[in-house]
């Protein structure tokens, strides 16, 4: 595998970074994953004005957008056309005559940016979301939650708290609302009092939570889900919950806290909001494709 260090591809066995990198001693750096289907490079410029925002949130000087020439040249240099692309920019190192400690770094320090990639199945194979258990943890991360940092701690603890309750996902409440998982953002299908059923999603102002590519797009696509809270209450009543993210697309949460969520199966609008987002995948390829 050729990993993109600073500019340059190298073989990742011999891509090497100091030991006193910030992103190493602090976690000081931002994130972003993105998939790529047939070569195309999913909602790259949304992906850059996220990984820009945190850059400017933090204070790290780079410019996002050159992931628009990054990118290609890494998956065609692993010949990869379906794949998993993450980047990540970490505030540097400092130079030898400045502490490595120092909470502020040097005004000049060079940021490093390190990316790598990894084959994916292609948009073929999503014809069906995927299932877990989901069990749920008080949120008690900061409050930046709109920017994607490199640390995760908190997040790699939720997890290990989830799989200790038997279940393979975490979902957050802060102040008994709900919040997000892990890595992904959360849907949730609830009963209406005329007998119908409302979709919703919590917004990301209001519970801190990451702006999600893949939720941004399914508000697009998907216009009968609404923005507003959900409380933990009704989570215990929900006919449908689901995960959407870059990399989970879309999963079903059908048992939650140990508990049947609805049927216990995967619901027919989680299947839906597949349907409608592989078909916009779909569209896209097939409008890169024809001639103009």
């Keep these: 595998m050729l990993v993109s260090l600073n500019g340059q591809l ?31 490079v999913r909602h790259l410029d949304d992906h850059c004005a996220r ?28 010949n990869l056309r379906d794949a998993f692309l993450y980047w990540q920019v970490t505030r540097g190192t400092p130079k030898p005559d400045h502490p490595v400690r120092a909470r502020i770094a040097e005004a000049d320090i ?30 008690d991360r900061w409050h930046k939650g709109h920017v994607k940092s490199v640390s995760l701690m908190a997040n790699v603890i939720a997890a290990m708290d ?21 890595s ?28 999600g590519v893949t939720r941004k797009v399914l508000l697009e696509i998907c216009p009968e889900v609404q923005v507003r809270m959900v409380a933990e209450a009704e989570l215990h009543h929900a006919n449908e919950i689901f995960l959407v993210g870059t990399m989970t697309t879309v999963r079903s949460v059908t048992m939650l806290n140990g508990n049947p969520v609805g049927t216990g199966r995967i619901g027919p609008l989680a299947r839906h909001v597949l349907d409608r987002y592989t078909a916009h995948i779909r569209a896209q390829l097939a409008a890169r494709s024809t001639p103009r």
């Design 184 to 211: 992904t953002n959360v849907f949730v299908a609830l009963p209406a009092a005329d007998g119908s059923t409302a979709l919703v999603t919590p917004p990301v102002g209001d519970v801190s939570i990451l702006s």
């Design 51 to 78: 990984l820009q925002q945190g850059l400017d949130e933090a204070g790290i000087t780079w410019d996002a957008k050159q992931l628009h020439d990054l990118c290609p040249a890494l998956l065609d240099a692993n």
């Design 110 to 139: 060079e940021p490093t940016v390190f990316g790598y990639c990894l084959p994916t199945p292609g948009v073929e194979t999503l014809t069906e979301p995927t299932e877990c258990s989901g069990h749920t943890i008080r949120d």
């Design 10 to 40: 190298v073989p990742a066995a011999r891509a090497h970074v100091s030991v006193f990198d910030r992103g190493f001693l602090f976690g000081d750096g931002v994130y972003e994953g993105i998939r790529v289907f047939d070569g195309l």
């Design 162 to 182: 989830a799989a200790r309750a038997g279940a393979d996902e975490a979902l957050f409440l802060r102040d008994g609302m709900l919040s997000e998982s892990c």
